[in-house]
């Protein structure tokens, strides 16, 4: 099943002042593109796990990135290399989305370390993407869990997350 991903960030601004006689603007575009062909290399992936999920009040659960996610097809993923994680939290949300920090076999990540975390609002997303060879590593058994928690009590909340990788 070959593969091929494009991942786009697109910014758009405009920054207007009104002045005594005029309006002044500055326009602030950007469009930052990584793209994957089928592979495992450089610039390449080969598989992509996509879902929306719901956490109740307080929960954690784990995503296992090594062997244990479903892809569309039903087929077990798993991963050596994560090259996109994009979580995006629902506008409808009241408590915030954790990503990270999982208490033991932490994926580092894009994190700089097992423990640390982000922390996504509703309506907010966090997207990574590196297209190196390297990637971000994930190894099975000690640092393959990619912790996602509900900040808080009182309320569940709902996150979509998509994760593009390679399995080498």
């Known amino acids: 099943m070959p593969l091929t991903s494009t991942v786009d960030l697109s910014v758009a601004a405009l920054y207007t002042k009104i002045l005594d006689l005029q309006s002044a603007s ?3 575009q950007a469009k930052f593109t990584v793209s994957l062909a089928e592979g495992t290399g450089a610039n390449q992936a080969n598989r992509v796990f996509a879902d929306r999920r719901t956490l109740a009040a ?5 995503l296992d ?3 244990v996610l479903l892809d ?3 087929d077990t993923i798993a991963l050596a290399r994560v090259k996109v ?3 995006r939290a629902s506008a409808a949300n009241t408590n915030n989305v954790i990503v990270g920090g999982a208490g033991s076999n932490g994926f580092v ?3 700089g370390a097992a423990a640390h975390t982000a922390s996504v609002r509703p309506g907010g997303m ?5 297209a190196d060879a390297t990637g971000w590593p994930v190894t099975a058994g000690t640092a393959d869990l990619l912790q996602i928690a509900n900040s808080g009590a009182g309320t569940s909340v709902e996150y979509e997350v998509i994760i593009i990788g390679a399995t080498a």
Request: charged share 5%; hydrophobic share 60%.
């Open 109 to 111: 990540g894009p994190f």
């Open 26 to 28: 500055a326009p602030v």
């Open 58 to 62: 307080s929960a954690t659960e784990n």
């Open 85 to 87: 994680l994009i979580v």
């Open 126 to 130: 966090v997207a990574f993407a590196c």
């Open 72 to 74: 569309a097809f039903g």
């Open 65 to 67: 990135l090594a062997g």
